[in-house]
């Protein structure tokens, strides 16, 4: 196994790594620095690129998707979930000589998933040369891929699946002293076995894996790469980006709800992934189109028609209101946004603001250090305030009443809840006077949830079980840790009883609920503390994120984090 590993890399080698320096003069610091695959960067000039064809329009009327024999005769696609497999097999027509990839950008909850499934077993029953299929997702949706084919394939006529995880990982992996010297000496200690991909059609693994074993992963020659979630490959410099894009894969697919998540530099990046050179260098790109576009003075209208014209061949974009139309409403309730502060809340809250102050002064400036701790503590006042004194009871947390109150409606109506937040003391303190006034013993998944079910419960494992309970039932997600990816429908009221710094990240997390399958209106509660005396941090982190969502309705327009400094501005002045 080891010497067939060498044999290989170096043939990779051949082809990804021709411009390597080959002093033999390294120094000891160099000789132990890590090695990446080389790729081209396109950042100031476009060093690398794939010609498409020049017709790559699709009739949606006149192309019909070609349905896998695997699929279950009892599973029936909805109709843009039919058009988006023809236009998948459309594109695919193309590759790779006059294309090399998409962007499957459907908001989120429209069954992504499913259709690139239908897609790929198609592929697998019918291709004349037929090639292994690499999928990339973050490590918390491991699990729901697998449980999508089971629930839609008939697994005898799917493809094989390889989890490339867990256990599974650690079997296929060459031990790092068993690595040949030579390529440890050029920064390469992780490795795969020669026949680690066995017989298997399609594997499934992370970013961090494909990062970490990039090279393994180059010497296969993929038919099909998914990067699921795509957003994690949205940095240019980042080294899971550019292991992406140095996969050879005929056809590539990023698949994202959120394209543009900060700025139309997501965008360029997942373009260099399935298209490269075809928006310019980063640079030039810039020039051309993010800062005319983005321009804070006056949008260029024909700069972004132009970007628009050009992207549209290779990206396929609905979102709820335009194909869901048997979705329930989604509901925004207001009458949460002004519960009145505590006695209590506004003590610490006004110490808090002297101690900056007092300190400023001292400083004769306002540290950016001492401004972030000062709207943290007003944040954690505003959603727990007795984290801070041992004073106060229930009564002295508005939020904590208002939130009694809201259960006992929803649980009258035998509905199920979602509560986001990611501060890991106000989740344990939520789990358990929820249970001292409900006896619900509540699941909370956040990051140190098992992600992989080798370990215990998985994270789609806990949600199942929440969603398998009948009747009333409460579960604490991490807005950042599963605020994407994963389903609960079953659930048809979101709390965010803290805020998340993006909207476009706190529209993923609402979306766990509302999304296919949903049969209730889906209810979204933003409990904001308030004062008549002065505009609390919620009120103006509210008042932030609004504008900010304002301005995201085109696709792109990213809306990007809150800016400290901009929040600190405005809650200081």
């Known amino acids: 196994?080891?010497?067939?590993?060498?044999?290989?890399?170096?043939?990779?080698?051949?082809?990804?790594?021709?411009?390597?320096?080959?002093?033999?003069?390294?120094?000891?610091?160099?000789?132990?620095?890590?090695?990446?695959?080389?790729?081209?960067?396109?950042?100031?000039?476009?060093?690398?690129?794939?010609?498409?064809?020049?017709?790559?329009?699709?009739?949606?009327?006149?192309?019909?998707?070609?349905?896998?024999?695997?699929?279950?005769?009892?599973?029936?696609?909805?109709?843009?979930?039919?058009?988006?497999?023809?236009?998948?097999?459309?594109?695919?027509?193309?590759?790779?000589?006059?294309?090399?990839?998409?962007?499957?950008?459907?908001?989120?909850?429209?069954?992504?998933?499913?259709?690139?499934?239908?897609?790929?077993?198609?592929?697998?029953?019918?291709?004349?040369?037929?090639?292994?299929?690499?999928?990339?997702?973050?490590?918390?949706?491991?699990?729901?891929?697998?449980?999508?084919?089971?629930?839609?394939?008939?697994?005898?006529?799917?493809?094989?699946?390889?989890?490339?995880?867990?256990?599974?990982?650690?079997?296929?992996?060459?031990?790092?002293?068993?690595?040949?010297?030579?390529?440890?000496?050029?920064?390469?200690?992780?490795?795969?076995?020669?026949?680690?991909?066995?017989?298997?059609?399609i594997v499934l693994t992370t970013y961090e894996t494909l990062r970490d074993l990039e090279f393994s992963f180059a010497v296969e020659d993929w038919g099909i790469m998914i990067c699921d979630e795509a957003q994690k490959i949205k940095t240019p410099s980042a080294l899971v980006t550019q292991a992406a894009k140095a996969q050879k894969a005929d056809f590539k697919i990023a698949c994202t709800g959120t394209p543009v998540e900060n700025s139309l530099t997501d965008l360029w990046c997942l373009f260099d992934f399935i298209q490269p050179s075809l928006l310019g260098a980063l640079n030039e790109f810039g020039r051309n189109y993010r800062r005319p576009i983005e321009s804070a003075n006056k949008e260029d209208v024909d700069s972004l028609a132009h970007l628009k014209i050009l992207i549209e061949p290779q990206i396929l974009r609905r979102t709820k209101q335009q194909v869901a139309k048997d979705l329930p409403p989604k509901i925004e309730v207001t009458t949460c946004k002004q519960l009145p502060m505590s006695a209590l809340q506004k003590n610490l809250y006004q110490n808090i603001v002297q101690e900056f102050k007092e300190k400023s002064a001292l400083d004769g400036e306002k540290n950016s250090a001492i401004i972030l701790t000062l709207l943290h503590k007003m944040r954690s006042i505003c959603a727990h305030p007795l984290a801070f004194s041992s004073d106060g009871d229930i009564k002295s947390s508005p939020k904590i009443v208002w939130l009694f109150d809201t259960l006992n409606i929803i649980r009258e109506k035998n509905d199920k809840v979602i509560i986001f937040t990611e501060f890991r003391d106000i989740q344990s303190f939520l789990q358990r006077v929820i249970y001292q006034e409900f006896g619900?013993?509540?699941?909370?998944?956040?990051?140190?949830?098992?992600?992989?079910?080798?370990?215990?419960?998985?994270?789609?494992?806990?949600?199942?079980?929440?969603?398998?309970?009948?009747?009333?039932?409460?579960?604490?997600?991490?807005?950042?840790?599963?605020?994407?990816?994963?389903?609960?429908?079953?659930?048809?009221?979101?709390?965010?009883?803290?805020?998340?710094?993006?909207?476009?990240?706190?529209?993923?997390?609402?979306?766990?609920?509302?999304?296919?399958?949903?049969?209730?209106?889906?209810?979204?509660?933003?409990?904001?503390?308030?004062?008549?005396?002065?505009?609390?941090?919620?009120?103006?982190?509210?008042?932030?994120?609004?504008?900010?969502?304002?301005?995201?309705?085109?696709?792109?327009?990213?809306?990007?984090?809150?800016?400290?400094?901009?929040?600190?501005?405005?809650?200081?002045?």
């Not at 394939?153 to 390889?162: A, E, K, P, R, W």
């Not at 929440?466 to 009333?472: E, H, I, N, S, V």
């Not at 509302?514 to 209106?521: E, P, T, V």
């Open 1 to 201: 196994d080891i010497y067939a590993a060498k044999d290989r890399l170096k043939q990779m080698k051949a082809k990804y790594d021709k411009e390597i320096n080959n002093n033999t003069q390294t120094d000891e610091k160099e000789k132990n620095k890590s090695s990446v695959l080389i790729i081209k960067s396109n950042i100031d000039t476009v060093d690398y690129g794939k010609e498409r064809a020049l017709a790559l329009s699709f009739d949606a009327a006149s192309n019909y998707p070609k349905l896998p024999k695997s699929l279950r005769d009892d599973v029936q696609l909805k109709d843009h979930q039919l058009v988006g497999v023809a236009w998948l097999q459309h594109l695919q027509n193309f590759a790779p000589t006059n294309l090399n990839g998409c962007l499957l950008a459907d908001d989120m909850g429209l069954g992504k998933t499913l259709q690139l499934l239908t897609f790929i077993g198609h592929y697998l029953e019918t291709s004349d040369y037929q090639k292994p299929i690499l999928i990339i997702a973050p490590v918390s949706l491991l699990d729901n891929w697998v449980a999508e084919i089971e629930r839609f394939f008939d697994i005898d006529l799917f493809g094989s699946v390889l989890k490339l995880y867990g256990s599974q990982l650690a079997d296929n992996k060459v031990r790092k002293a068993d690595v040949p010297l030579a390529l440890r000496e050029r920064g390469v200690s992780n490795l795969l076995k020669s026949n680690w991909r066995n017989k298997a059609n």
């Open 440 to 573: 619900l013993h509540v699941i909370t998944i956040n990051g140190d949830t098992n992600a992989n079910s080798e370990k215990g419960a998985s994270r789609q494992q806990l949600i199942n079980i929440f969603q398998d309970t009948a009747g009333f039932n409460v579960i604490i997600l991490s807005t950042t840790a599963v605020g994407f990816g994963v389903n609960v429908q079953s659930a048809n009221h979101v709390i965010h009883f803290t805020r998340c710094w993006n909207p476009a990240k706190e529209d993923q997390a609402s979306d766990r609920a509302y999304r296919i399958g949903q049969k209730k209106d889906v209810y979204v509660y933003y409990p904001t503390i308030y004062s008549p005396d002065f505009d609390t941090f919620e009120v103006k982190l509210d008042r932030l994120l609004n504008s900010k969502r304002s301005l995201a309705n085109d696709m792109l327009n990213g809306t990007g984090e809150i800016s400290i400094q901009e929040l600190a501005r405005d809650i200081l002045n």
